[in-house]
């Protein structure tokens, strides 16, 4: 009769072994992810981050939400707008440049400080009143460009906020994504941006913890994070800039870091036969030839354009970068909702692209000569070098002889701003330019509507079309997202079947990590969720 | 001897004026607006203005020079247009960090060279000199960007025997002086080390070489010295032109690793010029070059002073 209360004795233990096992399994699944970016520094940390959408994506959104967040749950269909800090949105229908947000209650900042329509309103004139203590013009540089119509907020009661547009704008909420919620208290503190930085305080489903400028910034989760389906599983997510592309894939091999952004393309397989995932997904983003209208440019016979785009093998480019691209049908992807219908079919076909530009009135023996500026590197351009010659072989055998004027990222950008009659741009007939797609107005509005040539916006080439902007204005006060989607459809049917750019591959973001890194979903977004991530032991 | 310092050390200061203008010229040469490259792809004019009043760039540039200047000399560097910290706090973490490569660099450089350069001086025209001869040809001429990701193939990915880049598990901060930290520093060191290596192999050589084929050191011999002390002599003789050589050296690593610190992600000098250069930070590139500079400015001159001290001729003259 001693073997019963064994056997019960055996019983419990092995109930209270697997109890003990389901209850350290959420432990066991953290660890601590080493994540290698592009970036040369760690991206600002006082709110608006810098580093382009690595520093949004990294930084930003971790350590900060906006009034609207994006939806980064799905792999397998395009992001979307959903509530982040405030719950729902609405348009005034009788004064469409009123926007009621009604925000979410209980969240806390990371210093244990309410978030409500004071901080809202507090953070807003960090970026757009120079008279307000906070202002700081360095963050405003950042990011006030995106909402380019914002006359003002105001608060309502303590949840509820309202914001005024100088003019209808129907891409408001795709443009409040961008402005994060920093801690008006926790500034208070020393009243410095700087000090800030070091320690900061958002709402942000991560807290930083440690800071090294150029070197590391290690993050913690916030366990009291509003959203709980979103509490990071991860112990600690340390962020290293490693902007050499050989240092950082070796710091993967050699087990330095566990994820990189960016792996050099030749060294994807042998990254692979060590075991290692390469993760990639279509995101909202164009490598395109962005064409000079100005007068005297050839590319404003659309013979040519259509030519120029039917005349290059896509596949080969995304050959040459490991397969790791899509080839572009358009400026977006199809299965996007602004896609349209275009009649124009932007594929390979040599022999219709000879006979356009025979009918354009050239040919071998009096091929047409154009000039194209185009960097060695930089941020989204994949490898330009490469790319630009792959191409200009292509058209070359149609007739178009291209001639590079190669200059360095910064002097393309700036030339880029300029636009293409400025004493910069040195006569050139286009920039290579790449895009990202995310938002309505950065894939679109800024490059066609005719009143954002230079110097006030980046309507690089002065394309200037009555019926784009008609459209553009309808866009703009067309309130209903479906609606507003099929005049976006619209926009891009027209785009393409005018051939506006020489469209040739979007990126896929490769980015490679250990086997040990799970629970990443890559969505088709600029930024990514690391809160499902976790460290296999 | 004691005039000579003197005369020398007042040489510094016209040549550190010189220093001071070319390191703040030379960054405005660049084309483009200076915060083209940290301000958003469209940010709004009036923001830019905004800025450029914060930062000083829309004064003249000689009134920008002077203000740069003034600062400089109580030790304020202004601040990064980039991440707004003060350069010289950026400076303060990166100097030491470059120092220890680079002297870890020239110490293994000026050992190994000394060595192979004496040896090949000593042994003139037999297979040792020409081991030397090509180890130190080879050293000049091997791009160590190139060599420093060869090594990090060999010995961080296929051998993974040594970290292929930072300064250890929690970064310079966390710098301790024990193998988890040092074996870091092998792979730059190494790397950073074969070019004044060889240049040091190649100068000691030609020194040993020419000091042998005086007649001093046949009236050495003759006087029944012992090989030892008759090459004490030599030591001797050679030491002014190579110490001078190994601080240029010295020089040229502090501010040339550039590459090196890159390909390692050191977070040295080299690093912050590299990050400075790509983003157009101009205050924290005007601020790096003038300090590295700087130490260029004082090597020479301790290097001259310590030549002085060594060889009394000099002194003389």
Known sequence: MVVRPFLRTLRTTAVALT????????????????????????????????????????????????????????????????????????????????????????????????????????????????????????????????????EKVEKVDDYTVEFTTKEPDSFFPFQISYFLMASPSKWEETKDWNAFAQDPAGTGPFKLDVLTARERAELVPNAEYWDPDRVPKLERLILLPLPDPSARTAALLSGQVDWIEAPAPDAIPRIKSQGMEVVSNVYPHIWPWHFSRVEGSPWNDIKVRKAANLAIDRDGIVQLLGGYGVAAKGHVV????????????????????????????????????????????????????????????????????????????????????????????????????SYTTQ???????????????????????????????????????????????????????????????????????PRAMTSKVKGFVPAQNWFQSLTGVYMEE | MLAYIIRRILYVIPISLGVTIIAFALVHIAPGDPLNAVVGADAPAEVV?????????????????????????????????????????????????????????????????ACLGGLAGYFQGTWIDKIATGFGVTGVSVPHYWLGIVLVIIFAVEFNVLPAMG??????????????????????????????????????????????????????????????????HIIKNAAPTVLAVMGLQLGY?????????????????????????????????????LVLAMFFVVLNLAVDILQTAVDPRMRRS
């Not at chain 1, 699944?29 to 990294?58: C, H, I, K, S, Y």
């Not at chain 1, 009918?359 to 994949?382: C, F, N, R, W």
């Not at chain 1, 230079?454 to 459209?471: H, T």
Request: glycine share 8%.
């Open chain 1, 19 to 150: 109890l003990a096992g389901a209850m350290a399994l959420p432990a066991a699944a953290q660890g601590t992810l080493r994540l290698g970016m592009t970036a040369n520094d760690v991206p600002l940390t006082w709110g608006q981050p810098d580093n382009g959408f690595e520093g949004f994506r990294f930084v930003g959104l971790q350590l900060y939400d906006a009034l609207i967040n994006w939806d980064l749950s799905s792999a397998d269909k395009p992001s979307v707008l959903i509530p982040g800090l405030a719950e729902s949105w609405e348009v005034n229908p009788d004064d469409p440049t009123k926007w009621t947000f009604k925000l979410r209650e209980g969240v806390k900042f990371h210093d244990g400080t309410d978030f409500d329509a004071d901080a809202v309103v507090w953070n807003f004139a960090k970026l757009f009143d120079e008279d307000s203590p906070q202002y700081s013009a360095r963050q405003a540089s950042l990011v006030n460009f995106r909402m380019p119509g914002f």
């Open chain 1, 334 to 433: 199809p299965s996007n909702a602004w896609f349209g219908t275009p009649s124009f079919e932007v594929k390979t076909d040599v022999e219709a692209a000879k006979k356009l530009m025979a009918e354009a009135g050239y040919g071998p023996d009096h091929p047409l000569d154009v000039k194209m500026t185009i960097s060695a590197s930089g941020s989204g351009q994949m490898l330009p070098l490469q790319m630009n010659e792959y191409i200009q072989q292509n058209l070359a055998e149609v007739g178009i002889n291209v001639d590079f004027d190669v200059v360095e990222w910064q002097a393309l950008l700036d030339i880029w701003r300029a636009g293409a009659k400025s004493p910069q741009a040195n006569g050139t007939d286009g920039v290579n330019v």
């Open chain 1, 439 to 509: 938002d309505p107005y950065s894939a679109f509005t800024r490059f066609i509507r005719s009143d954002l040539a230079a110097p006030n916006g980046v309507n690089f080439g002065y394309y200037s079309d009555a019926e784009m902007d008609q459209l553009f204005t309808d866009i703009q006060t067309t309130f209903d997202a479906a609606e507003r989607d099929k005049l976006l459809a619209k926009v891009h049917t027209k785009m393409v079947d005018d051939a506006l750019f020489l469209w040739v591959v979007h990126d896929v973001a």
């Open chain 2, 49 to 113: 203005e905004k800025l450029k009043r914060d930062y000083g760039f829309d004064q003249p540039l000689p009134f920008q020079y002077a203000r740069w200047l003034g600062r400089a000399l109580t030790g304020d560097l202004g601040n990064s247009v980039v991440n707004n910290q003060p350069v010289a706090a950026s400076l303060a973490i990166a100097v030491p960090n470059t120092l220890m490569l680079a002297i870890t660099a020239t110490l293994i450089g000026f050992v190994l060279g």
């Open chain 2, 167 to 232: 300064m250890g598990p929690g970064g310079s901060a966390g710098w301790e002086w024990n193998w988890t930290h040092l074996r870091h520093l092998v792979l730059p060191a190494i790397t950073l080390s074969v070019i004044p290596c060889g240049i040091i192999t190649r100068t000691v050589r030609a020194t040993v070489a020419e000091i042998l084929s005086q007649e001093f050191v046949q009236a050495l011999h003759a006087k029944g010295l012992l090989h030892g002390r008759v090459m004490l």
């Open chain 2, 253 to 289: 690593l502090l501010g040339g690793s550039i590459l090196v610190e890159t390909v390692f992600n050191w977070p040295g000098t080299g690093y912050l010029l590299n990050d400075a250069i790509f983003r157009r930070d101009i205050p924290t590139l005007q601020g790096t070059i």
